[in-house]
């Protein structure tokens, strides 16, 4: 139980190194900072045209009003801040560390290899448009719909987005290790980011069956649903076990996945 403690407290004191040199890097290229918060802004301003319309228009879809609807799409951005600035750039990278021999060294440092490939960069620019319009939009949302303000149901917000981003962060790793095999995985983020963008819109639009299989089989739309599926009251019993279950699974098959990975990975050289 010691050595536990131990190793969480190590993981962590390496985490905050790791957030303070990416900060550092980012202050000492301001440009590449500035640039690539200035092309999420623009991009975010385009995702959300559409979030003006259907308030202009004023109509619900399957049942989603306007105001659920900005929920959900609230919700999703700031699913994306989450993703952009923690996990996208080193999982992209997973594959270049894999040519190069950069895995190699990681695999000689005393901490999870897995959690230096995961972890080693914090991208500070693009999180930031997406955090704060995520935000606003679910503020004004909850306004809107006269949701309770109370610090558990707040908290129980919270923690089903922590749930969507483990789930998010296993889901979306998964196919980045058959990088160990490829050896380039450009088709297979293709895909994720593709599988990534069916959560533009509330999961209700779909039909039954693609809904469960984003749910329970491939959970692409569990990541950013489910906390709007809980502020809506949308929430049945087997849901909300599923919110707990969801990324034990995940979190295990990644584990055991990356394991089998390591295990047959000889090095850049061979």
Known sequence: ??????????????????????????MEYRANFYSSLTMEFVFLFTKLVYVLFVFRLGIEINGITPDQMLIFTGTYTLMIA?????????FYALSGHIRNGMLDMYLTKPVSTQFMISFRHIN?????????????????????????????????????????????????????ILAFWTVKSGAITEIMDKSWELNNMPMYIYPNWLRRLGLYVLPVLFMTN????????????????????APVLTLIAVRLFWSFAIKRYASASS
Do not use: C
Request: hydrophobic share 55%.
């Open 1 to 26: 139980m010691d050595y536990n403690v131990r190793e969480i407290w190590k993981h962590m004191r390496v985490y905050y190194r790791f957030a303070k040199n990416s900060l550092i890097g980012y």
């Open 82 to 90: 989450i993703y952009t600035g923690l996990f996208m750039d080193n």
């Open 124 to 176: 500070f620019a693009l999180p930031l448009p997406n955090l704060i319009a995520g935000i606003t939009m679910v503020v004004i949302a909850w306004q809107r719909l006269e949701l309770s303000t109370s610090p558990l149901y707040i908290a129980a917000y919270i923690g089903v987005i922590i749930s969507g981003a483990i789930v998010a962060y296993s889901v979306l790793l998964l196919p980045q």
């Open 226 to 245: 489910m906390p709007a599926v809980y502020l809506i009251d949308r929430l049945d019993v087997f849901l909300a076990i599923w919110i707990f279950v």
